[in-house]
């Protein structure tokens, strides 16, 4: 049975692209017009998200779209995540008028950023892997213009190793999905986990597994596809920036969530495969952060890092397996939503800075967060929540996930690796209270110079209210875990595969859930003070502290061995086979051509008596013509054709 | 009578030969430019009817036999339409009339213009011919004229590099129709006709292995030999060197439609002389998907290589049609639509692809037929039509969604994963080679969009409009490229339904 409220999830998907399309018209013409249509789309779109809310068990299929047809459903855990994603690209897109006022291509930036809110409506809409990959190319692909927006050389740099890696993994996910298809015989996500059991060449399920894996985790910034992300968030425009982070490689997280929940649930390889990946991520990512000396970048590299606590969430959903994962389920669903937003306040504070100061080097924006009362809340509520600290949203997701390994620790083979899972955890986790701290210190602690004192209306009041909205919600989420955060929780349940009926109840204010969240602020502010402010930062001539740029350029995955790789040596050994090839292959032929082509073409201005049978230059054509070599030949080949049709008929 | 008329394929195929030749006969002047200035409205009036009447025999055929003459005994010139033919048709009947409005404005500066479009038109009933033979004489009759007819197109400048080019394109063309006659030759000799039978006219029962042994041979040199055309390794070298040197209306067809003729040759020979049955899992079979697979690679990693941008496309070519052969012979139902989709597709992105360069070449480069891949910086602040529609056939023919060359390439991936490891060797180099694709192809696209902060934007009144002429086509083809992808869905199910006929 069709619904009418069926068709809403093809507008969400359309509605954006087209648009998109009426604001670059608009734009021709008048821009203050094509801001407020882009305001109009992204309102209406978020409009949309709240009317289909009260629906259950919506879904469209549209046969014969795209080859195999386009599915979408939409299910809790699709909601909140619709909801986010509509919610936050009205957000930016309000806040990019005022951000981009003096920015050239603004029409452009409108056109691709309100498609790539379609696409990924489409992946989180998506009911089967086919339609995801689908909306999930659409996206890499249309997000492009986001990254390289600005145009200044490391923005072409960043976006070109973007789609770069977003084409080379997306590839392997296609293959991945064909490989897929053929064992499963679908690709339809809710059939897959029952499909999956009639599979019998493992090897080939783990390899396809693990194609398909490729695609999504260089979205989501998994090590060692994370190469792109930092630069990327950093160069593209704040608004989008926040996008990237907040929204974009969660696309790539509901694609990983797909395969471990739905394929490898209950298998220890995966699980195990994602937990490596997803330390390596947390921990490289917050290490970077706090090496990082521009404000953006290090809200880049700590995405990444917290990209790395929700992988450990995924893995440990995956290890606990459908019967026994209740805590890890809640706790990746509230951590990608509690990442979400984070990111989307942080970053738009990041935008302020910019578009006040022109800057995003720590050391040239010290102290401009002092006397600015919204900003500085927005930003301790983000970084607070970032932290994990109690009463704000980042708090829950990470005991809950905490909780997860804990409660692995003790049914598992192998404990001590899941010991030191869990303290890489923990450590990670002081590494980002690091962070937040040189941020804090760098931004109200730090005496401000007079230009950046200067800045007292820093942003207007649509921004305002919006900023202000934001961060309440992350309190809001905070200060009432049972009541708004478990439920937001458990929306995740059947997406995540988890079969149990009732629930662990959590006492988020025990003893034993601060502890996890005690220790890692504890040895954050330790680390801080025994490390990094002492050797990561200085005093400069004035006593105000200064950033230290400490990490080894050199020390850079992208630089010592993928660019190299890509664009060197194995274009070099596939050049040289395809010349050898092809000299091979076509050399005799056409050195044989070449020795004929030496030969002399004749001209017609060299010879004109070439083809008469005696000097005629004199005369005109119509005399000419007779007496021509051609015309003989076609009286005689006339003459032939009568004959043959004299004996034919 | 006349509803007879149009069902059969005599209309779609003489119509614009005829129609060719009386162009040809409307006085120039000295440069070989028309003289009168409704001529060029008379060529495209000839044009529009010739697809009209393409789209009429499609829409009414009965797939009734037609036979124009009797040569001798049991050999005629005969034409059926069936379902590859009906393709086949409606991409020449889209595609033909499109490029030729294009070619009026492109030829302006380029003449002789009045030799051009006689030919052009006439090649278009040539292609229909060879869509719509019946059986392999006829083929091969309209596959020789196909290289004839398209001579004066390729060296249409006369430059000594056109020149040379028409030399080698005609000798490859030469080796590879005497390779297809000597089959021919065989197939008379062993089949039970040489008429295109759906499941080959082999009678498999009553050959012993020796003519087997014989009649694989013949088939594998019979297909290297219409390979030729399709650019199938090792007769490829000639495209690469002959598409450049065209005038770009005629690359865009060279390319796009005319290396599909020899690839509809390949498949008439494998699925309706030869047989599925015969070939599977032979070594024919599987020397020609290595030989496919090899071209794939090589040409996608040429045009890496090459800087030449209409050069580049040309290689390009060489690969994307290679395509089309590796998927015909996999012989399964998914390969073949997989095939056809390719055709289809592939078509549409690389016309729309250098009608684009073209673009490019008339506004930027004048009185140059080609230009270099890294000349193109910030071009597409100047021609942004121009140069979306660059990106959109170059996003068809890397096979991203929601395009026409990535459902097609799906279908391939689909039907490659049945065959055991040469088909997991296909699916990787497919992927190889969409990476490759997607490298020569988007960097230009990037450095027209994205020159920079320190490009120096010319004011909106000194751009260059797009002559509608241009921009039409260009539009046309590039939605074409999206929508065969879009609706793949109803495209698909049609070719099953070929499939099933002929598997």
Same mark, same amino acid.
């Given at each position: 049975m069709l619904h009418k409220a069926d068709f809403v999830l093809l507008f969400l998907v359309i509605w954006p692209m087209a648009g998109g399309l009426m604001s670059?018209?608009?734009?021709?013409?008048?821009?203050?017009?094509?801001?407020?249509?882009?305001?109009?789309?992204?309102?209406?779109?978020?409009?949309a998200v709240l009317a289909i809310l009260r629906y259950d068990n919506l879904s469209l299929s549209l046969n014969g779209i795209c080859g195999l047809g386009l599915n979408f459903t939409l299910d809790n855990f699709r909601k909140i995540y619709i909801l986010i994603i509509a919610y936050m690209w009205a957000e930016t897109t309000v806040f990019s008028r005022e951000y981009l006022a003096h920015?050239?291509?603004?029409?452009?930036?409108?056109?691709?950023?309100?498609?790539?809110?379609?696409?990924?409506?489409?992946?989180?809409?998506?009911?089967?892997?086919?339609?995801?990959?689908?909306?999930?190319?659409?996206?890499?692909?249309?997000?492009?213009?986001?990254?390289?927006?600005?145009?200044?050389?490391?923005?072409?740099?960043?976006?070109?190793?973007?789609?770069?890696?977003?084409?080379?993994?997306?590839?392997?996910?296609?293959t991945g999905l064909m490989i897929l298809n053929n064992l499963a015989g679908t690709l339809e996500i809710d059939k897959l986990i029952v499909s999956i059991k009639n599979v019998n060449n493992t090897r080939l399920l783990y390899v396809a597994g693990l194609l398909i894996f490729m695609g999504f985790a260089a979205k989501a910034a998994i090590f060692p596809f994370h190469v792109w992300l930092p630069t990327a968030h950093t160069a593209a425009p704040a608004p989008a920036s926040a996008l990237l982070s907040g929204l974009l490689t969660k696309a790539g997280m509901f694609g990983i969530i797909v395969i471990s929940s739905k394929i490898f649930i209950n298998n220890l390889h995966w699980g195990i495969f994602l937990l490596i990946l997803a330390l390596i991520t947390m921990f490289l990512g917050a290490l970077l952060a706090v090496f990082a000396v521009n404000i953006k970048r290090v809200l880049a590299c700590s995405s990444m890092s917290q990209l790395g606590f929700i992988l450990t969430g995924i893995a440990m959903l995956c290890l606990l397996g459908e019967n026994h994962n209740d805590l890890a389920v809640r706790g990746t669903v509230l951590y990608m939503v509690g990442h979400s937003l984070i990111k989307l306040v942080l970053f738009l504070d990041a935008g302020i800075i910019h578009m006040n100061t022109h800057k995003l080097e720590l050391n040239e924006i010290r102290g401009f967060g002092r006397g600015k009362k919204i900003f500085a809340f927005a930003f301790m509520c983000g970084a607070l929540g970032l932290m994990g600290m109690p009463l704000l949203n980042g708090y829950i997701g990470k005991t809950l996930i905490h909780e997860a390994i804990v409660e692995y620790i003790a049914i598992a083979d192998e404990p001590l690796f899941f010991k030191f899972a869990e303290w890489t955890f923990l450590i990670s986790g002081a590494f980002t209270t690091c962070y937040v701290l040189k941020l804090y210190v760098m931004l109200f602690a730090a005496k401000p110079s007079a230009e950046i004192a200067a800045c007292k209306k820093y942003i207007n009041f649509i921004n305002k209210i919006f900023l202000l909205a934001s961060s309440l919600i992350l309190l809001a989420i905070g200060c009432s875990p049972y009541k708004l955060a478990d439920k937001i929780g458990f929306l995740g349940s059947s997406f995540m595969n988890n079969t149990l009926t009732h629930h662990h109840a959590v006492n988020y204010f025990s003893f034993e859930s601060l502890e996890g969240a005690g220790i890692s602020i504890g040895l954050g502010l330790v680390i801080f003070f025994i490390f990094v402010r002492p050797m990561l930062m200085a005093e400069d001539e004035t006593g105000e502290p200064v950033c230290l740029d400490l990490w080894p350029k050199r020390l850079n995955l992208e630089f010592l061995i993928f660019r190299p790789l890509i664009n060197k040596i194995l274009p070099f050994i596939g050049a040289l086979f395809a010349r050898v090839t092809d000299l091979i292959l076509s050399g005799p032929i056409d050195l044989i051509l070449s020795r004929a082509g030496r030969q002399r073409f004749i001209k017609l201005q060299e010879d004109k008596d070439f083809g008469f049978y005696h000097d005629q230059s004199e005369q005109s054509f119509k005399t000419l013509l007779p007496s021509s070599l051609a015309y003989s030949l076609m009286t005689f080949a006339l003459g032939l054709l009568f004959v043959f049709a004299y004996l034919v008929l | 009578m006349i509803a007879k008329l149009l069902s059969s394929s005599l209309l779609p195929v003489l119509f614009p030969i005829i129609s060719g030749v009386a162009i040809l006969l409307r006085p120039v002047n000295e440069n070989g430019d028309f003289i009168h200035d409704d001529s060029h409205f008379y060529v495209g009036a000839m044009t529009f009817i010739s697809a009209l009447l393409n789209f009429a025999a499609v829409y009414l055929t009965k797939s009734e036999l037609f036979i124009l003459c009797r040569i001798t005994g049991d050999l005629n010139i005969a034409f059926k339409i069936d379902g590859i033919s009906k393709l086949f048709m409606i991409l020449l009947a889209v595609i033909w009339p499109l490029v030729t409005l294009y070619a009026f404005e492109y030829l302006h500066r380029r003449p002789p213009t009045g030799r051009f479009f006689a030919f052009f038109l006439a090649t278009f009933g040539i292609l229909n011919g060879v869509a719509c033979a019946a059986n392999f004489l006829t083929l091969?009759?309209?596959? $020789?004229?196909?290289?004839?007819?398209?001579?004066?197109?390729?060296?249409?400048?006369?430059?000594? $590099?056109?020149?040379?080019g028409t030399v080698k394109y005609l000798l490859y063309s030469l080796i590879g129709a005497a390779l297809a006659l000597g089959g021919f030759c065989f197939f008379h000799v062993y089949g039970v006709s040489t008429e295109f039978t759906a499941g080959g006219v082999l009678n498999l029962k009553e050959l012993t292995q020796h003519d087997k042994d014989i009649l694989l041979a013949v088939t594998f040199l019979t297909l290297l030999g219409f390979g030729a055309k399709a650019g199938l390794m090792p007769l490829h070298s000639w495209l690469p060197t002959a598409h450049p040197v065209a005038p770009t209306p005629a690359s865009a067809v060279l390319s796009g439609l005319i290396t599909k003729g020899g690839v509809i040759a390949m498949l008439r020979v494998i699925y309706f002389i030869a047989g599925a049955e015969f070939l599977r899992g032979t070594w024919v079979q599987k020397a020609l998907i290595a030989l496919s697979l090899l071209t794939i690679f090589t040409g996608s990693m040429m045009a890496y290589a090459e800087k030449h941008l209409k050069k580049r496309i040309a290689w390009s070519s060489v690969s994307q049609v290679s395509y089309v052969i590796f998927a015909l012979m996999l012989l399964t139902p998914d390969g073949f639509v997989g095939a056809l989709l390719q055709i289809a597709a592939h078509a549409m992105a690389k016309s729309c692809l250098f009608l684009s360069a073209g673009v490019v070449i008339y506004f930027t480069f004048q009185g140059a037929n080609y230009h270099y891949a890294d000349q193109l910086q910030g071009i597409g602040k100047e021609l942004p039509i121009t140069m979306s529609c660059f990106a959109v056939a170059s996003i068809s023919l890397i096979g991203l969604p929601p395009s026409g060359g990535f459902v097609a390439k799906w279908f391939m991936g689909e039907g490659a994963l049945g065959l055991g490891t040469l088909g997991y060797v296909g699916v990787a180099v497919l992927m190889i080679s969409a990476l490759l694709t997607a490298g020569y192809l988007l960097p230009i696209v990037a450095d027209a969009f994205f020159p920079g902060e320190d490009y120096e934007y010319n004011d909106e009144a000194s751009l260059t409009r797009l002559p509608v002429k241009m921009k039409l086509p260009l539009l046309l083809l590039s939605a074409g490229a999206i929508l065969s992808g879009i609706f793949a869905g109803w495209l698909a199910k049609f070719f099953e339904s070929i499939a099933a006929g002929i598997l």
């Open positions: 670059y018209m608009a734009g021709k013409t008048n821009k203050t017009f094509r801001d407020y249509i882009a305001w109009t789309v992204s309102l209406i779109e978020l409009a920015h050239h291509n603004r029409n452009r930036y409108y056109l691709f950023v309100l498609m790539t809110l379609g696409a990924i409506m489409g992946v989180f809409l998506s009911a089967d892997l086919y339609t995801c990959f689908v909306f999930f190319e659409m996206m890499s692909l249309v997000s492009y213009v986001m990254v390289v927006q600005e145009e200044n050389q490391a923005a072409i740099f960043a976006a070109q190793t973007y789609i770069a890696i977003a084409i080379i993994t997306g590839l392997m996910t296609l | 091969y009759l309209f596959y $020789e004229l196909m290289t004839f007819m398209t001579l004066p197109l390729v060296m249409h400048s006369q430059q000594r $590099e056109a020149i040379r």
